[in-house]
């Protein structure tokens, strides 16, 4: 196979996972939308977490409803855990990396605010242990992976949304996450703003 049809095969894969995904996933990423928007509106926050890749995704859609997305409006409650270096560096030596986003949830996060959890694989360990803290301050997650949620899916509770892409390779989930993260931010500025119901 050449370069070029291994560019195409690229292409082609992504294509058809996206489709799977819009299958898959456009009734729980509209749940998710709703979910954010009414804690927006109530005055709660929406937090994100995630490493690597994910962590970077987080970082995108905190920025994307803190600024704004396409549309200028008033500025949303948005905050990455991936950003502080001070923070994440003095909890992973003091206690253990498994705690570096636990311990910001469990101090920042309020009955009514949303964890955006994001791992491909859904087996973080600190994604995981984030989502635990977030349930014991009554803080809703949505969950976003693929491979089939891992270990996530089995700490979901009750009013929580898992945002699953049916597909097992890294570079085809982060690609959905990626485009999943932009119909959330679309869906809670119409949300917001009144365009839709």
């Known amino acids: 196979m050449n370069l070029s049809q291994r560019i195409r095969q690229q292409f082609e894969e992504s294509l058809a996972t996206k489709q799977a995904a819009l299958a898959a996933m456009a009734g729980p990423i509209e749940a998710a939308a709703r979910l954010m928007a009414e804690s927006l509106a109530a005055g709660g926050k929406v937090m994100s977490c995630g490493n690597g890749g994910s962590a970077a995704d987080a ?20 905050l990455a855990l991936t950003t502080d270096t001070s923070t994440l560096t003095s909890i992973a030596n003091d206690y253990d990396y498994a705690q570096v986003f636990a311990k910001q949830v469990t101090a920042l996060g309020r009955a009514g605010d949303v964890l955006l959890a994001i791992s491909t694989s859904g087996n973080s360990p600190n994604v995981m242990a984030a989502m635990e803290a977030a349930h014991a301050r009554g803080v809703r997650v949505v969950a976003l992976t693929g491979k089939g949620g891992g270990k996530m899916a089995a700490l979901l509770a009750p009013g929580d949304i898992h945002l699953c892409v049916p597909a097992s390779r890294t570079a085809r989930i982060q690609e959905v996450h990626l485009l999943t993260i932009h119909c959330l931010c679309e869906g809670i500025d119409a949300l917001l703003l009144g365009e839709c119901t």
């Open 59 to 78: 970082q995108h859609f905190a920025a994307e409803l803190l600024n704004r997305f396409e549309r200028e409006r008033a500025p949303l409650a948005a």
